[in-house]
């Protein structure tokens, strides 16, 4: 008999506001775990230095984004400082019907329509808070060269995601980004094992009880 | 600006057929966390050889259990092959105020009671199944000497309480003892982190947002 493996990919949400560690957490929960992969994001926004378009976003115009609402391709998508980001549906789809698991880097925009949309079900959302909003200022301002007016801008979007940590499943602080990364993982490795993801169950229980 | 620590204790059931490594996995979880505790269940059933009132069971008489049912001071109990056994209920609700968690060692039975007392939102509820009935069987005839009528009857009520796998939230195969404790220890970690059960989020974030 072989321990059942089919199950329903997740949609596992991370959310925080800029700066606290989030797009970290994500690169290492990717390198360290093959089952889940990144939805990629197309936005309207232009590539920054060292992104690559496929990988980091996917990058159009904003005709293109406006024909990819209309024939309902994304599954959510918001406007953040006059730029469109969306996430494709059928990539998502496809992963989670061969039960691999879907990590969204994603604002709680994003994340209220994606609990809406039809694959609200499988759906768990952790929300990154920071220690303090000093150490949150003070990330912003050591990993980029940004002008004063875009920190303090920076800073209020903070203040604003942060107030919408009530509709996650999950909070954790970033305080210690290896604990942060262990609690993401154990929330990952927990919502796995829950019954009703796992689509193998009842042939398992059936051979099981039949000997 | 302190973590937010304070959290409402949870109630973490391991269920499973005699013989599938549920005491096992109980006691090593135990021993590696201590913010979790054994409920202790109060027996009618007299003491196997090995067993110290207290730890592993409260011995009572069946005048003294059917008081603690009449008084209410007990959160489940159910009758197995003719004995008696059932959850105190004042130390569970101690604990959980405290923040502290409890682990209960109980079958699906006492699982569907536990559910449904008031304290049923404080719990999750984990199966554990044997990777195959023979397995289960040899597990048995290797831990007791006894006799074959036991060992039948032991497997007649291992399989009734295999169908009731689909009540609980996480189901797991213990095949490799290891990987199941570090699956309930990640369940038992992810559970801490949802957002319902940290009651000292609301003053932390009000706390982050004021500065």
Not at 16 to 31: D, E, F, I, V, Y
Not at 72 to 87: C, K, P, S
Not at 157 to 172: G, K, N, P, Q, T
């Amino acid at each position: 008999m072989t321990i059942p493996s089919a199950r329903r990919g997740l949609m596992l949400v991370l959310s925080s506001p800029s700066g606290a560690g989030k797009t970290t957490m994500s690169r290492q929960l990717l390198a360290q775990d093959p089952g889940i992969s990144l939805s990629v994001s197309v936005t309207t926004r232009p590539p920054r230095a060292g992104e690559t378009d496929g990988v980091d976003y996917r990058f159009v115009s904003h005709a293109q984004f406006e024909a990819l609402v209309a024939e309902g391709a994304l599954l959510e998508w918001a406007e953040v400082f006059g730029n469109r980001y969306g996430t494709p549906r059928a990539p998502v789809e496809a992963a989670l019907a061969e039960g691999r698991d879907v990590l969204f880097d994603i604002d709680w925009q994003g994340t209220q329509q994606l609990r809406q949309s039809q694959a609200g079900g499988d759906l768990a959302a952790i929300f990154l808070l920071p220690p303090s909003m000093q150490a949150l200022e003070e990330r912003l301002r050591r990993r980029a060269s940004d002008a004063e007016e875009v920190i303090r801008q920076r800073m209020a979007r903070a203040a604003d995601e942060i107030s919408h940590w009530a509709e996650y499943d999950y909070v954790l602080v970033n305080d210690d980004a290896d604990m942060c990364l262990a609690e993401i993982q154990a929330i990952l490795a927990a919502e796995r094992l829950r019954r009703d993801r796992q689509t193998g169950l009842v042939s398992f229980v059936r051979a099981l009880l039949a000997g």
